[in-house]
């Protein structure tokens, strides 16, 4: 209970300041278990509240503390909102079992596609966060919903691979401690060859009885200082990392050994299937990366074990600003997984440029898999609605960092916020979550400024999508980094990430005349996308190869399209920014010039992308835009 005392006693007094709010017959707010407050109401779900009012008193309840405690956050959050303590009635509990954040730190205090300064937790291979700052971090993190999380990147390198033994343990102990009392467990990224690392083994064998012991023995050392420990989050046989494929072993093997080792314990694996070939030939037609995941994980259901969790990335490729969703989510029926998402914005915008992500979660969620017949959302498998259901919810890589804002943008912290909301209710509307977001965030401002920013966060993401790679092609990016434009940057790579532009068309050709990655979807999604005619034209270049004359069904043809896409999309950026100097007079200056900065490099950005892509297509197709506009032919 020291927690949602230590919460009540910070925002209590500030909530009964707000004369507006509290209604003359409260007399006081209760806040307990259900159990301590000596009552027989139960909500029925140890994470789920109920928010009541009894006589002249505001009673918030709960089955467990953590209960208890994400009331109080929904009572803070409606009454930020004015919302009067009379009508206060609210009981809830959230959809998702996992709702978990991954931080991509490195010891040395590098963030691995970080954007909002450095790590939070390191620096110069020492722990670099006081007590008090991971408390503010994790009250922060509780009072959005998120219940897990891992604080080191999933490519563990020698260093990193330290943080499972004892040279880091007793400080990992402190932070669990502290992350546990806001119902946040602690996970760490480890690497599959630690035994060899660490161990000093010739191998890593998962079926080798000196690793299975190695790594017995290594646990239950975790267990000693961390007995609330949640377990591993792996990346393996991915990108060059170390994993099961060297002794000719499954992913199932793999995964059951420290499974194995975790059980005793509670423990779980998070095992992430983002295997794929990343030294492919770019002469080699035969193979498509967007198959891999599916093709390596799909045969193995059934195989793992019940503490190991499949953790697949929302998409086939690579967190790109449009894809499909990944045909792994419905194919697995006998196996636990979770959808892994990007909430750091590597591809969509490097928290320079303004991109609101749950509005494309919100698509993704609502996108039907058919997997149990019509009306099998992404939504329901990952939430516990679905009986028997092996989803488990979602885990996303982090935006945060320890600059002062935690996100660089100030925008990117709806990204985070939405997260959590969506993660606990995905039936949310991101449009209201983004006004709330506001709402909270700028209380301070007018009505006036919060309405700008809304508007600006809810086109965000069709406006990168517009100015940025076009109807679902994806990957026009610079090498390595992955900001700005390089239409050919990955087209001649090992990546897997292809355009296939000719002088006569783009787009890569998935169904059964190209690599039939449709056939990995059920019906009728395979036929919807199998088939030009009906495949929507927001994903067209991704299933298909077109002629640039190709018409699309908002009747325009591809190349006018991209033309148009590609000016509006600019367009859209200048009315942000000249929406944004509109408010100048409204706004603290800090705000507005740390903004308007952004919006002048988004707008920079954005025009990179226009004329380089939209000369590239001139030149490659020779057809003019039907409105004469600038391109540098
Ligand atoms: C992307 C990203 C890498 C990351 C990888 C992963 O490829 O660019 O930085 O390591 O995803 O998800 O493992």
């Known amino acids: 209970m020291d927690t949602i005392k230590k919460v009540a006693q910070t925002y209590l007094p500030r909530i009964f300041a707000d004369v507006d709010i509290v209604d003359a017959e409260f007399a006081n707010v209760i806040v307990g278990t259900f159990a301590d407050l000596g009552r027989s109401e139960r ?30 956050y929904e009572f803070l959050k409606k009454s930020q909102q004015g919302c009067p303590l009379l009508t206060m009635e609210a009981e809830d509990q959230p959809a998702m079992e996992v709702r978990m954040i991954n931080h991509w730190d490195n010891l040395d205090g590098s ?115 961390i007995p609330t420990f949640g377990g591993f989050v792996i990346k393996a046989d991915s990108e060059h990392r170390p994993g099961p494929f060297t002794y000719g072993r499954t992913h199932a093997q793999g995964a059951n050994m420290l499974a194995d080792a975790l059980k005793p314990y509670g423990g779980v694996v998070f095992w992430r299937c983002f295997v794929y070939d990343c030294l492919q030939d770019w002469r080699d037609r035969s193979t498509d990366r967007a198959k891999a995941a599916y093709e390596h994980f799909a045969p193995l259901d059934g195989t793992f074990a019940d503490n190991v969790i499949l953790q697949i990335k929302n998409g086939p ?39 609101y992500l749950p509005m494309q979660w919100k698509e993704i969620w609502s996108f039907d898999t058919h997997a149990n017949g019509e009306g099998t959302k992404i939504a329901d498998l990952l939430s516990s609605r679905q009986q028997d259901g092996k989803g488990k919810g979602v885990t996303a890589v982090t935006n945060i960092g320890n600059n002062q804002n935690w996100t660089g943008h100030p925008f990117a912290q709806a990204n985070l916020y939405g997260y959590g909301q969506l993660a606990w209710n995905p039936e949310q509307c991101p449009r209201k979550i983004a006004e709330e977001w506001a709402k909270r965030t700028y209380a301070h401002l007018s009505a006036e400024v919060r309405q700008t920013i809304c508007s600006i966060l809810k ?10 790679a076009p109807l679902g092609v ?12 390089n ?55 991704f299933f298909h190869h077109v002629p640039y004359t190709h018409m699309l069904k908002s009747g325009k043809t591809v190349i006018q399209h991209i033309y148009d896409a590609h000016f509006e999309g600019v367009e859209e950026v200048e009315a942000f920014l000249e929406a944004w100097e509109g408010q100048k007079e409204a706004m603290p200056d800090g705000l507005y010039m740390h903004v308007k900065e952004r919006f002048e490099a988004q707008l920079a950005n954005a025009r990179e992308w226009r004329d380089q892509v939209n000369t590239y297509y001139y030149r490659m197709s020779g057809i003019n835009d039907e409105r004469g506009r600038t391109i540098y032919k």
């Open 43 to 72: 909500v029925g779900h140890q994470e789920g509240y109920r928010i009541f009012a009894d006589g002249s008193q505001l009673i918030i309840a709960g089955d467990t503390e953590f209960g208890v405690l994400y009331g109080f």
């Open 111 to 225: 963030v691995e596609r970080g954007y909002a300064g450095k790590s939070l937790f390191f620096d110069n291979n020492a722990w670099a966060a006081s007590d008090e700052e991971i408390v503010q971090y994790a009250e922060m993190l509780s009072s959005i919903g998120i219940n897990a999380l891992t604080i080191n990147n999933v490519n563990v390198h020698a260093k990193e691979t330290e943080l499972i033994t004892e040279k880091w343990l007793p400080q990992l102990a402190k932070v669990a401690n502290l992350f546990d009392a806001y119902h946040i467990t602690l996970f760490l990224s480890a690497n599959f060859a630690s035994p060899m690392t660490l161990g000093h083994l010739q191998t890593a064998d998962p079926l080798d009885k000196r690793v299975v012991h190695w790594w017995k023995t290594q646990v239950e050392e975790i267990y000693k200082y």
């Open 317 to 355: 490729m690579d967190f790109q600003v449009r894809e499909p969703v990944s045909p792994l989510f419905g194919a697995l029926t006998q196996t636990n997984y979770v959808m892994e998402l990007q909430i750091t914005q590597e591809y969509t915008g490097q928290q320079i440029d303004v991109c």
């Open 459 to 468: 086109r965000s993401w069709s406006v990168y999508e517009a100015y940025t």
């Open 474 to 485: 994806g990957w026009m990016v610079n090498t390595g980094h992955h900001y700005g434009p």
């Open 487 to 541: 239409v050919n940057g990955y087209e001649y790579s090992p990546w897997g990430t292809y355009h296939f532009s000719d002088r006569n068309g783009l787009g890569v050709d998935r169904t059964k005349t190209g690599s039939n990655y449709i056939s990995q979807y059920k019906q009728p999604v395979t036929e919807l996308y199998g088939n030009v005619a009906t495949c929507p034209d927001e994903l067209l270049l």
